[in-house]
């Protein structure tokens, strides 16, 4: 029988996916790897993480992190500004590296998608290679490696700005799904996932992709 993952016992993750950074259509033009890390929130997407910061307000963080995107770096700002903390960087937080062709749309990305599940029907994440020639497996890994230390400083409740395609199997993987099925974890844009890691240190997931603006989540998926 397999043991349940330890992590550091008391703590609160409030894991967010970043904000708007394009209008969730399917012919929506998508970023290329070379843009993609510097593409900023839009207007919509500040003003609706203002409304996330102000209801998150009430709650103690003690630390904030984001990935090294610009869209991350940013949402973490506005949601950090009203606890008065600066915003670290965890390097292995970036986006999944799963880009459509030059001038591709977010259907291109939907199809890799769709792709990487049936990859992972068949393979181990481990031996699913992503753009850049590194595994999922290794992706997932060193993300892991990079919250648990975040969640080591601290005795509280941690802050965390990532991205929609790594966020759903960091979450699947606190929840013991099979990476297929993690896919399958919405994430829409400025969402919260809450996972406490209670006396045990076992993870405990305690809500997936809150959002204000959408509760009932009558819009468009967000990919």
């Known amino acids: 029988m397999t043991l349940p993952e330890r992590w550091p016992t008391g703590r609160r993750l409030l894991l967010l996916r970043h904000g708007e950074t394009y209008e969730p259509r399917l012919d929506a033009p ?32 003690e630390r904030a992190y984001a990935s090294p995107y610009r869209r991350a770096q940013e949402t973490a700002q506005i949601v ?10 965890l390097g292995a937080l ?36 992503l753009d850049g020639d590194r595994s999922l497996g290794d992706i997932i ?30 979450l699947g993987h606190w929840l013991g799904m099979p990476p297929a099925r993690a896919i399958g974890i919405e994430q829409n844009f400025a969402c919260v996932n809450v996972v406490e890691f209670v006396g045990s240190g076992v993870p405990w997931v305690r809500a997936l992709n809150v959002t204000l603006h959408d509760p009932l989540k009558a819009e468009s998926p967000g990919i």
């Open 30 to 61: 998508m970023a290329g790897p070379d843009e993609d890390p510097q593409l900023p929130l839009t207007e919509r997407g500040r003003e609706r993480l203002q409304e996330i910061a102000a209801w998150i307000a009430r709650v103690p963080i």
């Open 80 to 89: 950090a500004e009203p606890h008065g903390l600066s915003v670290a960087t």
């Open 94 to 129: 970036s986006e999944l590296p799963l880009h459509p062709p030059p001038g591709g749309t977010l259907r291109d990305v939907a199809h890799r998608y769709i792709g990487l599940v049936r990859d992972l029907a068949e393979r181990a994440p481990h031996d699913v290679m």
């Open 141 to 170: 890994d060193a993300a892991l490696a990079d919250i648990r230390g975040a969640m080591e400083q601290a005795t509280g409740t941690v802050l965390v700005v990532a991205h929609g395609g790594l966020n759903r199997f960091l």
